[in-house]
């Protein structure tokens, strides 16, 4: 996942705007990643970075705002698909191109191969302080024939496979790129006469700014004083945004492609409540990303929508590590279930998808054990039986249950009463687009690029010179 933003702002703004206009575009793109986060700023001689562990609002403080004052910034919050959750894979990270200077480097994807390319660099003398696939992407740019970045960029990419979004920041410019397929979303937005590039709309939102459009696959965007100019397209010859985007990834706050995610998760559960309905007295979400696709379905059955599960919006990622009996009871930490909305009746809990089987099974329980007389699971995508290799760390397909299981088996190991997933062509129309235009490959196993089977998270770890 990962969030990434970058701004490039007038000569004459104060100093402290490009990263406060970092900062709480991160915000809200704190979704795409709690590991870590980090802002890198120029001020047109040189780049200075904060980054630590942690969440955005835990990162950042106001005297970083002097550390990172400058025209211009590219922030990051981590969500690590290719290297560890350490400081030392945490983003921006920088790079120096020699006599270009410094480069700094945000990205959101999946380089897969990555492996190949630290090989080729390593034989050649670089040396590397991380095992993240960005530090490869970083020294590949930085390490290519061209008298400018423009130059380096253009004969360094076509070398990258796989899926990434990437903001680049040099003290003269910034750079907004997305790969050919456009696997990873990436928009461009106006703030008076700033200029912002976001993961997602609702972080121009956030901050004010006016959405312009979408970076193109394949577009290579540098932004500076004249504003921006595309130098480059690499766009192949069909596209692939992710559908998980649209199921689960992105905001329901946000536009895809033009198209709204909210809108796009009630359509998902119309279509499923046609292709799965259920006699049932009340249709419940698991929060939060469930929660349109739940309005949905109860629209379009007439059965009534309640929330039967309220979630814990404080329990996430913390520094205290709950006990073994805690850990058994990791679902009733993160919901709470309303006896009064669930006892006695009949219950359709509507989710927005089934990894492992380990979330779904104790979730059942918890209706169950606060007095639910039925539970009808309904799962708004078709059932996940392939590795995401393009910048989602779900699990490998060993550990997805629906690469083992078949539908009725996995209803008997959760303990629903009956089991509904929506169907990839229901899926597809609910995005409003064609099967040509995404990349189903998590839920089909057609990979839009040739990938390793094998290929780990932490398949960087070794050879790592820190």
């Not at 890198?40 to 942690?54: F, P, S, Y």
């Not at 329901?252 to 909210?262: F, I, T």
């Not at 949905?296 to 979630?311: D, H, N, Q, T, V």
């Not at 054990?369 to 490998?396: K, N, T, W, Y």
Request: net charge negative; charged share 25%; hydrophobic share 40%.
């Amino acid at each position: 996942m990962c969030g990434i933003v970058g701004v490039w702002n007038p000569a004459d703004a104060d100093p402290t705007e490009a990263a406060r206009l970092a900062f709480f575009s991160l915000y809200a793109l704190q979704h795409r990643g709690q590991e870590s986060a980090g802002i890198a700023a120029t001020d047109g001689r040189d780049l200075r970075t904060v980054r630590r562990m942690g969440l955005v609002g835990q990162v950042f403080s106001e005297p970083d705002l002097g550390v990172l004052g400058g025209r211009a910034t590219v922030g990051h919050t981590r969500y690590s698909t290719t290297g560890s959750s350490r400081i030392e894979n945490a983003q921006p990270l920088v790079v120096a191109g020699d006599r270009l200077g410094e480069l700094a480097i945000a990205h959101n994807g999946n380089c897969i191969n990555a492996r190949d390319l630290r090989d080729q660099l390593s034989s050649e003398g670089v040396r590397f302080a991380t095992s993240s696939d960005t530090e490869v992407v970083a020294q590949m740019i930085a390490n290519e024939n061209g008298a400018t970045w423009d130059e380096r960029l253009v004969r360094a990419l076509p070398k990258l496979r796989g899926a990434w979004s990437l903001v680049i920041l040099t003290p003269s410019a910034l750079y907004a790129i997305r790969d050919p397929l456009g696997v990873r979303p990436l928009c461009l937005g106006r703030k008076g006469d700033a200029w912002l590039v976001a993961s997602e709309t609702c972080a121009l939102e956030t901050v004010g700014a006016a959405f312009v459009r979408d970076v193109a696959p394949g577009e290579v965007l540098r932004i500076d004083d004249r504003g921006p100019t595309p130098i480059a397209d690499f766009a192949a010859d069909r596209r692939g945004l992710c559908v998980f985007e649209h199921v689960y990834l992105a905001s329901v706050a946000s536009d895809l492609g033009g198209v709204s995610v909210y809108a796009t998760r009630e359509r998902m559960g119309e279509t499923l409540a046609e292709e799965h309905p259920a006699t049932a007295d009340v249709v419940i979400p698991v929060p939060d990303s469930a929660i349109p696709a739940a309005v949905g379905y109860a629209r379009r059955s007439g059965i009534p929508f309640r929330e039967g599960l309220i979630k814990n919006r404080y329990i996430g990622r913390t520094f205290i590590q709950p006990s073994p009996e805690l850990r058994r009871q990791g679902v009733a930490l993160k919901y709470n279930a309303l006896r009064d909305v669930l006892d006695g009746r009949r219950v359709v809990v509507v989710d927005d998808s089934i990894v492992r089987g380990s979330t779904s099974t104790p979730i059942v329980e918890l209706l169950r054990s606060h007095g639910a007389r039925e539970v009808h699971m309904r799962i708004c995508s078709p059932p996940l039986r392939h590795q995401c290799f393009f910048g989602v760390d779900m699990a490998r397909r060993d550990e997805l249950i629906a690469s083992r299981l078949d539908v009725e088996e996995i209803r008997r190991h959760i303990g629903a009463d009956t089991l509904g997933y929506l169907s990839l062509d229901g899926m597809i129309r609910a995005t409003g687009g064609t099967e040509a235009e995404l990349c189903t490959a998590c839920f089909t196993g057609d990979y839009l690029v040739p990938v390793q089977l094998e290929l780990a998270k932490d398949s960087l770890e070794q050879g790592v010179h820190v």
